[in-house]
């Protein structure tokens, strides 16, 4: 409103009612701009698995190996990395929440891979090939290691 | 002898007790609430492990804190990043017994008090809780709630966010333990 009045008062020069314009442009551009910076950061998007590069890739008895010998140190290289893991499918477990969790090379102190209930449906053509006894791949986000290692928010491989 | 190790870090001695008494889950649901009127905070984790002893009425729960899944990514980032330090101390861990007496045989459910020590963010403290828990010979269904302050486990809130976060945090536990088999 102030600016308005600034433009519009007759007592301005033609040159100082083109800087307080500016003026006016810029704090806008920067308004809509932290808006919109404020906006994507509270509504941003969650990792997406499956466009995302994995920073390792193995089997996972590997995986299971690097966090029996050293946990902290498995924990500081894997935790929150994508990771692509392979091994035979132990156990196929569906949870209340409607999401899978598919236990690889041990039921118990394997390595668990979780599927999200949003992609046990996109996946459903691919899960239905997942059996026990099976190969299974799996790229997901490692969440480190209770009894199993846990690997979260997995896409399933053929 | 690798399982049982890994049962000691849960805070259990199984020396002395049956297979068949102790009973096991790794599908337990924590949920967490720290919702105020400014902002609905819930996170949830369904991958909670724990382990209940019969014979010596003990009860141990672990849960990897990046499992927690919120409504909002950045509430998910924040939450690992800023307040539990993730990456720091990615387990929280609850050991304690049932210090209510408790009829395992009676299969109907009981409240009972469990005292134990839980700890988060490298922060141990004592609490008592109340349980509600359902025997059976099959499976034992356990469910509580209790509530913690931030403060008491040394995690600090920006006071620019001190509005939106609650004062007390609730956390609510549901498990359905089957036998152990080792």
Not at chain 1, 12 to 29: D, G, P
Not at chain 1, 94 to 99: E, G, M, P, R, V
Not at chain 2, 114 to 132: D, P, R, Y
């Amino acid at each position: 409103m102030q600016f308005t009045h600034l433009i519009n008062n007759n007592t301005l020069n033609m040159s100082q009612r083109k800087t307080v314009q500016w003026l006016l442009w810029i704090f806008l551009i920067g308004l809509i701009t932290a808006f919109s910076a404020i906006y994507y950061a509270f509504n941003m998007p969650r990792r997406n698995l499956a466009k995302e590069n994995s920073a390792y890739l193995l089997s996972a008895k590997q995986l299971i190996s690097d966090f029996r010998n050293d946990e902290t140190i498995a924990t500081r290289k894997y935790l929150d990395q994508a990771i692509t893991v392979s091994g035979e499918i132990e156990s196929i477990r569906n949870l209340d929440n409607h999401s899978m969790v598919f236990s690889l090379e041990d039921a118990m102190e394997g390595v668990s891979c979780t599927v999200d209930s949003a992609d046990v449906v996109t996946y459903s053509s691919k899960l239905v090939h997942f059996k026990v006894g099976s190969q299974g791949t799996f790229k997901g986000r490692c969440s480190g290691m209770l009894m199993d290692i846990q690997v979260i928010n997995c896409v399933p491989f053929q | 002898m690798n399982k049982l190790l890994i049962l000691l870090v849960l805070g259990f001695v199984f020396a002395h007790a049956g297979a068949q008494n102790r009973y096991f889950t790794k599908d337990a649901k924590i949920i967490f609430n720290s919702s105020t009127p400014l902002e609905d905070i819930i996170a949830e984790s369904n991958q909670a492990t724990t382990l209940i002893d019969i014979d010596k009425n003990e009860v141990a729960f672990s849960v990897l804190t990046t499992s927690f899944k919120f409504r909002r990514a950045l509430m998910e980032e924040h939450f690992n990043e800023n307040y539990m330090e993730s990456s720091k101390f990615p387990k929280a861990k609850f050991t304690g017994k049932i210090i209510s007496p408790i009829d395992w045989k009676s299969e109907k459910p009981i409240l009972v008090d469990v005292k134990g020590i839980l700890t988060m963010h490298g922060v141990s403290n004592e609490i008592v809780l109340k349980a509600q828990i359902t025997p059976g010979k099959s499976k034992i269904l356990a469910s509580a709630e209790f509530m913690v302050t931030p403060e008491a486990f040394h995690i600090s809130i920006p006071s620019a966010v001190r509005d939106k976060i609650a004062k007390e945090v609730t956390i609510k536990i549901n498990a359905v333990y089957a036998p152990y088999q080792q």
